[in-house]
């Protein structure tokens, strides 16, 4: 989990590391189903910053309904070289989804 900041950046090295992604690495930034998927792509019009934090685009950030201070759950594939950044909202649907599954379809 990370927090987003009021310029869009989430900062977590560990991911980043994980993923062997440094400072100026390529990136593709995709929203799919509320989701954010980024993956490494050396023709990417994105990147890793200087300080080693990804930068959320406005657009994209808006999409997600992410604001200042929102937490993302942080997926990393490093076999696929993807971060899967789960907003609020993917989290909220996925765990009633969940929750529904477990109760029987009964929402208590």
Do not use: K, Y
């Not at 200087?50 to 490093?78: E, F």
């Amino acid at each position: 989990m990370a927090a987003v900041d009021c310029r869009g950046r989430v900062a977590d090295r560990t991911v980043l590391t994980a993923l062997s992604w440094t400072p100026g690495t390529r990136l593709d930034i995709r929203e799919a189903r509320g989701l954010l998927l980024i993956r490494r792509d050396d023709h990417g019009v994105f990147s890793v910053t200087r300080q080693g934090n990804l930068r959320l685009p406005a657009t994209l950030r808006h999409r997600c309904r992410l604001g200042p201070g929102d937490r993302v759950l942080l997926a990393a594939d490093p076999e696929q070289d993807l971060l899967i950044v789960h907003p609020p909202a993917a989290l909220d649907d996925l765990l009633t989804q969940r929750h529904n599954e477990a109760l029987g379809g009964d929402p208590a």
